[in-house]
């Protein structure tokens, strides 16, 4: 029951993220072609903010799947919940920045900001497996693109381009995700896994001693058979 919420998280995940990758090319394309009262610019400002409450409503549905599902990573979660609700505020003062003064869009500093708390949210998710050396090649690839969004400040362009390169990382992120755990190449546990639960206590722990000792002892006749041959 809990992998397969798991395995809705993922693919939701992905496809908000995708979601957001779809806004962000909207919001450049909205750019090039804007025209004051012109009604071709406010049906494609509407298909953005459909775009982008579909992206940030699957992402929702995403967080809530993983939370539900995942054992413990309370960081991850944390982490993961707080990027979703950044990104939409981001994304909704992106599409509407030339109505608020205090918001700049070309900012050296937001777009820095945003990577870096980004990455960190990316970094999380090796909770999932850190043992693993294709997860952390994954989430190393990722990282690279979510901080390659800074470029686009020092190429003058607005901070939807670190929205997007955001958003393509963590579909990356979400994809690799899906792969190697349909693959068997990851492995992640949930509530109620017990088999991959490294759960310990004192009951458990004596037990686990008797039965060493138990072992020794039948043991024990065997190699004294053993030398007297």
Known sequence: MQQEKLTKGIFFGLVGNLLFVAFGLICLFYYYTYASESIFSKVIEVIAY???????????????LLIKSIRLRRLLKVSFSVY????????????????????????LALAMIHAVVSGMVCFAFLQLDPDNVKWEVAIGACFTLIIAGMLGNILGVRIYFSIITNAVGFSVLFAAMKFFRDRGQIEIDCYGDRANAAEFSSSTLFAEMKDDEKLSENDTPESENIEKE
């Open 84 to 107: 979703i609700v950044l990104e939409a505020v981001m994304m909704i003062l992106e599409l509407n920045a030339y109505r608020i003064e205090a918001y700049e869009p070309y900012s």
């Open 50 to 64: 459909c775009t982008e409450f579909m992206g940030f409503g699957l992402l929702l549905y995403s967080d809530w």
